[in-house]
Each structure stands twice: as structure tokens, then as C-alpha cells.
């Protein structure tokens, strides 16, 4: 391959909204986080000669201490982001403006699942033509909605759908966003490919990958590798029981007379789940997470204890695929509930009712669960990933 001098900005200035406000390029993947593995991807093709990573300030700090120890971590330059990517971007390039390579590839931290078959294929294509834009066709069909009704069919041939990195000579670049800083109008580009075709000039395109998703949501996680792999997990958790206050299980009040002793609102089903999710991931046990020591999670509903969770091993790129669990309590039968205790863990987690299995047994009056001052639960998960 040509031997060529480029910059890379890598973008992860957003505040991850819509993934519970994690910053993208800290999830992980493999043992490592998106911007880590990205680093490694690239690298493997051509060296960037100066690589800059946009940032919101809530993140720096935690950024630089992930990459600390990266071979590239040299290299790397942090530069705050905007409020919009293209201000990320136009950060980034102001920063580079003395650089003399002959590249610039951006790329969006969300997407970790590059390939550095599509790393070389954009430096070739952006070499020779002077833009690279990873994009595939569709293959759904396409409905053009208005007001939930659909209005026409439309044709798909032409249509397809871009991902980064995109690769541009870097005076091409350059030329367009300072054509854009000039304008200063409403146009707000979504991607580097539409502001060149903003000021008339045709990208050029070049086969992108299917693997190569871009992380929005955290049910995306799951679809990060290729080869899933399952993890069992196993969780067990037991509280007594006191006269007063009202006793929960499963995010469902079964008792109004009587209540567990525990720090939260001592949900044995939920906590056992939750056990059971962390330990199928490698992580540490449920105290360590939510510690008793810690008011903020003084009498809070273990589902949103269970969302917490969620969240957690979501951030380790795995799904829920289903949960059985067995109640151990003398009293009150359960049975009544169970379709909704049911829902709300289906809910949380994201999967099917069926998915969720809850059953019960009394201890037949023996032990403490058996005399009424305690109850517990079992609980095995399968998660895949």
C-alpha cells in the first residue's frame, strides 16, 4: 500500500443521550474500550501522524486516563467538541490547520467494529479520488410516512446508507468547512460527506461494511461481534422480615403488614437477578455496586437497582436471552402476582414475558423462611454476547 501521512479525529464529544448518558468511546469491547479498540484497528493498517479526539468535558478527564497507556497515546491531541458533530469536526480541523499530511480520516467513536480492509479501502479511494465514503445499499424496503400513513414506495437502487470512517484530502476538507464557517447559515451537516455536497461537490464512494454498526441504543451492544458467546450467571439473596411496611418482590407489593430488613426495599427477586446478570459478565457482586454504606440507595426500588444493572452489562456487550428463578416464602402465595412481577423484569431488561421464569415453593415450616422471618430467592441467567 502507498505510503501515506494522514490525521485521524476520532469524534466522542456526545453525551450518549439515548444510552443512558455514557460516553461512547468508553464502552468496551473485547476487554477494551471503542476508542482503544479502534486505535488498535487502525494502526495495523498505516500509523495516523496526528490523531485528535473530540471530547465533552464530563468525559476528559476519564478519556485520558482509558488512553494513558496506549502506544498512540503520544499522538493523541484532545480538542473540545460542539454542540453539533460538524462544530467537532471543524474543532478538530482548526487544530490541524498546521499539519502538513496529506489525509484526514474522521470517524465517529461510536462505531468500534472497523475492519483494516475498510480502513485501506478509504485511504486508497481518498488518495486517488480525494474523498472516501464508506456506504452499503439498502435491503429493507423503503416507506416515505406521513402522520403514521404511509404515502408511497420508495425506490431503493440509488438509496444507500454511510458510515465513517471518511477519508478526504485534507485540502478538500479544509476548503469545505471554511466554505461553511463563511456561510454561516441554518445548514447543519450531519455527516462530512453532505457539506461537500452542500458546496457542489460529489463524494465518492466506497464499499463499507455490514459489521461496522454505529452504537445508539444499548440493545445495539449485543450485535458487536461476530462469534456470540453465552455466559451463565447464578445469584442468591436472602432477607428477614419485619411486622410494618410493605414487602416487595419481583417490583410487586405482596404484603402491606409486613416488610424486609434491608437497606433498599430488600426485593430478594430483583436482587438475586441482579446478581446473577452481574456474575455471568465477570463483575463483582451487588454490593459492591450498590453498597449498603451509600444513601442514595435507602429504600429505593430494586428495579431501578435492576436497571442500573442492565445498564452495566450492557456496557460489556451483552443481552439478556432469559432468566429462571426460583421464591422461597412461607407466605403469601405469590401466584396472583406473578404475571406482573413478570412484566416488570421483561420490561426492564428488555426481552419477552416468556423469557422470564418465576416460580415458588414454601419451605414446608421449616428454617427461617419456614417460621415466617425471612425469604429468598434463586435465581440463573443466560446472557449472550
Same mark, same amino acid.
Given at each position: 500500500?502507498?505510503?501515506?501521512?494522514?490525521?485521524?479525529?476520532?469524534?466522542?464529544?456526545?453525551?450518549?443521550?439515548?444510552?443512558?448518558?455514557?460516553?461512547?468511546?468508553?464502552?468496551?469491547?473485547?476487554?477494551?474500550?471503542?476508542?482503544?479498540?479502534?486505535?488498535?484497528?487502525?494502526?495495523?493498517?498505516?500509523?495516523?501522524?496526528?490523531?485528535?479526539?473530540?471530547?465533552?468535558?464530563?468525559?476528559?478527564?476519564?478519556?485520558?486516563?482509558?488512553?494513558?497507556?496506549?502506544?498512540?497515546?503520544?499522538?493523541?491531541?484532545?480538542?473540545?467538541?460542539?454542540?453539533?458533530?460538524?462544530?467537532?469536526?471543524?474543532?478538530?480541523?482548526?487544530?490541524?490547520?498546521?499539519?502538513?499530511?496529506?489525509?484526514?480520516?474522521?470517524? +465517529?467513536?461510536?462505531?468500534?467494529?472497523?475492519?483494516?480492509?475498510?480502513?485501506?479501502?478509504?485511504?486508497?479511494?481518498?488518495?486517488?479520488? &480525494?474523498?472516501?465514503?464508506?456506504?452499503?445499499?439498502?435491503?429493507?424496503?423503503?416507506?416515505?410516512?406521513?402522520?403514521?400513513?404511509?404515502?408511497?414506495?420508495?425506490?431503493?437502487?440509488?438509496?444507500? $446508507?454511510?458510515?465513517?470512517?471518511?477519508?478526504?484530502?485534507?485540502?478538500?476538507?479544509?476548503?469545505?468547512?471554511?466554505?461553511?464557517?463563511?456561510?454561516?447559515?441554518?445548514?447543519?451537516?450531519? +455527516?462530512?460527506?453532505?457539506?461537500?455536497?452542500?458546496?457542489?461537490?460529489?463524494?465518492?464512494?466506497?464499499?463499507? +461494511?455490514?459489521?461496522?454498526?454505529?452504537?445508539?441504543?444499548?440493545?445495539?451492544?449485543?450485535?458487536?461481534?461476530?462469534?456470540?458467546?453465552?455466559?451463565?450467571?447464578?445469584?442468591?439473596?436472602?432477607?428477614?422480615?419485619?411486622?410494618?411496611?410493605?414487602?416487595?418482590?419481583?417490583?410487586?407489593?405482596?404484603?402491606?403488614?409486613?416488610?424486609?430488613?434491608?437497606?433498599?426495599?430488600?426485593?430478594?427477586?430483583?436482587?438475586?437477578?441482579?446478581?446473577?446478570?452481574? &456474575?455471568?459478565?465477570?463483575?463483582? +457482586?451487588?454490593?459492591?455496586?450498590?453498597?449498603?454504606?451509600?444513601?442514595? $440507595?435507602?429504600?429505593?426500588?430494586?428495579?431501578?437497582?435492576? @436497571?442500573?444493572?442492565?445498564?452495566?452489562?450492557? @456496557?460489556? #456487550?451483552?443481552?439478556?436471552?432469559?432468566?429462571?428463578?426460583?421464591?422461597?416464602?412461607?407466605?403469601?402465595?405469590?401466584?396472583?402476582?406473578?404475571? @406482573?412481577?413478570?412484566?416488570?423484569?421483561?420490561?426492564? !431488561?428488555?426481552?419477552?414475558?416468556?423469557?422470564? #421464569?418465576?416460580?415458588?415453593?414454601?419451605?414446608?415450616?421449616?428454617?427461617?423462611?419456614?417460621?415466617?422471618?425471612?425469604?429468598?430467592?434463586?435465581?440463573?441467567? !443466560?446472557?449472550?454476547?
Amino acid at each position: 500500500m502507498h505510503k501515506v501521512s494522514y490525521d485521524l479525529i476520532i469524534l466522542s464529544a456526545g453525551r450518549g443521550k439515548r444510552l443512558g448518558g455514557r460516553n461512547k468511546g468508553l464502552l468496551r469491547i473485547n476487554g477494551k474500550s471503542f476508542i482503544e479498540n479502534e486505535l488498535d484497528i487502525i494502526s495495523q493498517t498505516a500509523k495516523p501522524a496526528n490523531i485528535v479526539i473530540t471530547y465533552h468535558p464530563s468525559a476528559l478527564r476519564k478519556l485520558k486516563k482509558t488512553l494513558a497507556g496506549h502506544p498512540l497515546y503520544p499522538k493523541i491531541s484532545f480538542v473540545k467538541g460542539g454542540e453539533e458533530r460538524v462544530f467537532s469536526v471543524n474543532n478538530a480541523l482548526c487544530f490541524l490547520k498546521e499539519s502538513d499530511s496529506e489525509l484526514v480520516m474522521i470517524h +465517529d467513536a461510536a462505531r468500534p467494529n472497523i475492519s483494516p480492509e475498510l480502513i485501506k479501502r478509504g485511504i486508497r479511494t481518498a488518495l486517488k479520488y &480525494g474523498s472516501a465514503i464508506p456506504a452499503l445499499p439498502l435491503t429493507d424496503t423503503i416507506k416515505q410516512v406521513k402522520k403514521g400513513r404511509i404515502l408511497k414506495t420508495v425506490p431503493r437502487d440509488e438509496i444507500y $446508507y454511510v458510515q465513517t470512517p471518511q477519508v478526504f484530502n485534507k485540502k478538500l476538507i479544509f476548503y469545505a468547512y471554511s466554505k461553511w464557517s463563511e456561510q454561516k447559515n441554518s445548514f447543519v451537516p450531519t +455527516d462530512d460527506a453532505s457539506l461537500l455536497e452542500h458546496i457542489g461537490i460529489s463524494p465518492v464512494i466506497t464499499e463499507g +461494511d455490514r459489521r461496522n454498526i454505529k452504537i445508539t441504543y444499548r440493545e445495539d451492544m449485543y450485535m458487536l461481534r461476530d462469534n456470540k458467546s453465552f455466559r451463565t450467571g447464578f445469584g442468591y439473596d436472602i432477607h428477614r422480615i419485619k411486622r410494618g411496611g410493605r414487602l416487595f418482590l419481583g417490583g410487586v407489593c405482596i404484603d402491606e403488614t409486613r416488610s424486609a430488613v434491608a437497606h433498599s426495599d430488600g426485593d430478594v427477586l430483583i436482587h438475586a437477578i441482579c446478581d446473577a446478570l452481574l &456474575g455471568a459478565c465477570g463483575l463483582r +457482586d451487588i454490593g459492591y455496586y450498590f453498597p449498603n454504606s451509600d444513601d442514595r $440507595y435507602r429504600g429505593i426500588s430494586s428495579l431501578k437497582i435492576l @436497571e442500573k444493572t442492565y445498564s452495566l452489562i450492557s @456496557e460489556k #456487550g451483552f443481552r439478556v436471552v432469559n432468566i429462571d428463578s426460583t421464591v422461597i416464602l412461607q407466605s403469601p402465595k405469590i401466584g396472583k402476582h406473578v404475571n @406482573e412481577m413478570k412484566k416488570n423484569i421483561a420490561t426492564v !431488561l428488555n426481552i419477552a414475558e416468556s423469557d422470564v #421464569g418465576i416460580k415458588a415453593t414454601t419451605p414446608e415450616k421449616t428454617g427461617e423462611a419456614g417460621s415466617g422471618r425471612a425469604f429468598c430467592a434463586y435465581c440463573t441467567v !443466560l446472557l449472550c454476547g
